[in-house]
């Protein structure tokens, strides 16, 4: 059965450096997300993209951060300079209608 | 704004028992999603229920919605031991975005 994956699984990273996440989507699927889990919290949403551009996006979702699909296969998500409370679980999703399957997620972790 | 919020927060039964936790939510919605998270894991689809839908069933699952008190329950029937994990609903107001509640935590004992 085709599944979203993403790379890498885990990523340290010290505070103020960029980091990029990569996630392989379904390859039929047309809608692709960006989601977080700060540890013990909530799923959160940070970003949707469809037609390759951004359709929705959060409040958390600021200047820092931005995707793209820079080969229209991989979807990636860049934040530019990491802050602390960027450290969570990132978890790309995709979706050819109303479901949304999610990758196993990134870990973060910014020191 | 909250979408979905889980109830209860915790549930512990044992192997064979059945599981129910509900969802609530607070504007109106398409669908409404269940997924499931391993400890430290991602995000498993299990059922989608559409608004226009009141009942479904996937293998041991049975998902109801009652969009006049906008709550969803999930039922597992005869659970394993790899069914401990949390459930998490989630809520779409358009395609674009998930809004999901804070999960219940289900620990299946042997």
């Known amino acids: 059965e085709p599944e979203v994956t993403q790379t890498p699984s885990h990523q340290v990273t010290q505070m103020g450096q960029e980091v990029i996440l990569r996630c392989v989507p379904i390859?039929?699927?047309?809608?692709f997300y960006w989601y977080r889990q700060i540890l013990g919290q909530k799923v959160e949403f940070l970003v949707s993209f469809y037609n390759n551009e951004i359709s929705e996006k959060s409040e958390i979702f600021d200047d820092q951060f931005s995707v793209e699909r820079p080969d229209g296969s991989n979807f990636t998500l860049k934040i530019r300079s990491t802050k602390l409370e960027d450290s969570a679980m990132y978890f790309c999703?995709?979706?050819?209608?109303?479901?949304?399957?999610f990758g196993p997620g990134t870990r973060l972790t910014v020191t | 704004s909250q979408q979905g919020e889980e109830d209860p927060q915790a549930l512990s039964i044992q192997e064979g028992e059945n599981a129910t936790m509900n969802c609530s939510y607070k504007t109106s919605i398409n669908n409404l999603q269940w997924y499931r998270q391993n400890s430290g894991r991602g995000l498993v689809h299990l059922i989608l229920?559409?608004?226009?839908?009141r009942e479904k069933h996937s293998g041991r699952l049975r998902v109801t919605l009652d969009t006049s008190k906008k709550s969803s329950s999930l039922l597992i029937t005869a659970s394993r031991a790899a069914d401990t994990a949390s459930y998490f609903c989630?809520?779409?107001?358009?395609?674009?975005?998930?809004?999901f509640g804070a999960g219940t935590t289900v620990t299946v004992r042997a």
């Open positions: 390859s039929n699927h047309l809608y």
């Open positions: 229920i559409r608004s226009n839908e």
């Open positions: 999703a995709t979706g050819h209608s109303y479901e949304q399957y």
């Open positions: 989630a809520t779409d107001l358009n395609d674009y975005k998930l809004s």
